[in-house]
């Protein structure tokens, strides 16, 4: 059984108001053994598509290499949007080594809610997936059930709103739930009526470029 750990502390900017919130990052960062065009850092994978969808909402000439440039460049990309990134999940077990969510077992959680209260900033999480069985919405719905907190529908419409208030608190946090910038969510991408109505009207467009449009008005 491999004990798949997060590699990567909470990356959160005093400037943060929004957290970009994941499950974890493949098996190989919790080992060492990048491949070539992976970057050392949160969502660095050669194979994810967070960083190349800012990339192109905000022109920043990143550079995808395993070198201690290309995580400045994050780094500062982030401080200078106010924005962190704090995955859900701290560590799992995995009878077969590889990086799907559903794979995961034994599952141990960071506590968000507290995390949230140490940064009062922070006015929006911007979820890397759903609610499916061991995405990042699915597990914070469970964290806040330890709390006694449900989530309000604010929209309906993809990607789905919602709102919370925070324990002790008048503070509301919002949740935004984005498609996956995962290549396993393109099925899901392609199922969508708006992903479809695009592909009708700009036939050479794809499944990066919904997402790019998806992101950028909560970026």
Known sequence: MFHHIHPYPP????????LIVGTLPPPRFTTGQLKEGDVDFCYGSRDGQLWPILDRIFNLNLKFETTAEA?????????????????????????????????????????LIAILQQNPKIEMLLFTGGNSKNGPE?????????????????????????????PDSRRI???????????????????LAAYKKMKDEFPEKT??????EQYKPFF
């Open 11 to 18: 990356y959160i900017p005093e400037t943060a108001t929004k």
């Open 71 to 111: 995580i400045v460049q994050r780094e500062h990309f982030l401080i200078k949007r106010g924005i962190g990134i704090c995955d859900m999940v701290a560590s799992a077990k995995r009878e077969k080594v590889d990086a799907s969510d559903i794979g995961m077992l034994e599952v141990e959680l960071r506590d």
């Open 138 to 166: 699915y597990f914070f719905r469970r964290k806040l059930k330890e709390y006694n907190i449900s989530l309000k529908l604010v929209s309906n419409k993809v990607p789905r709103i919602h709102a919370f208030q925070l």
């Open 173 to 191: 946090v919002k949740t935004v739930s984005l498609i996956a910038p995962s290549g396993a969510a393109n099925r899901a991408v392609g199922s």
């Open 207 to 212: 499944t990066v470029d919904f997402r790019v």
